[in-house]
């Protein structure tokens, strides 16, 4: 059973940084894709970033691009988001997930293609 562990949440002030880590346990990590979503109160939960097993690919969502940075390390079988320019819109639970599938091809960026999830942590991004 393949689980994962978000950590590096908190609470920053508008324009500050934070940086999640999301680790993963109970299978060979470098296979498989990788994404973080987010889900603010009263809204549904949306597409931030993914990246490919590979790492050479990534996407992000355009509220995010230029700000945020996706990233892994398959050694340490930890994907990251490094968050830059926060803003009080920012603020949401944030979670990692991940594929069921090998060696996709594709960027994944609907919560659909993702099979296992973590438990979420929450960033707060006060004005």
């Known amino acids: 059973q393949v689980q994962l562990v978000e950590s590096g949440g908190g609470l920053v002030q508008a324009g500050g940084s934070l940086r999640l880590s999301c680790t993963a346990s109970?299978?060979?990590?470098?296979?498989?894709?990788m994404g973080w979503f987010r889900q603010a109160p009263g809204k549904e939960r949306e597409f931030v970033a993914a990246?490919?097993?590979?790492?050479?690919?990534?996407d992000y969502a355009d509220s995010v691009k230029g700000r945020f940075t996706i990233s892994r390390d398959n050694a340490k079988s930890t994907t990251y988001l490094q968050m830059n320019s926060l803003k009080p819109e920012d603020t949401a639970v944030y979670y990692c997930?991940?594929?069921?599938?090998?060696?996709?091809?594709?960027?994944?960026?609907?919560?659909?293609?993702?099979?296992?999830w973590g438990q979420g942590t929450q960033v707060t991004v006060s004005s």
């Open positions: 990246i490919r097993w590979s790492g050479g690919s990534v």
């Open positions: 997930a991940a594929t069921n599938r090998a060696y996709t091809t594709v960027i994944l960026t609907t919560s659909i293609n993702y099979d296992y």
């Open positions: 109970g299978r060979t990590f470098s296979s498989y894709a």
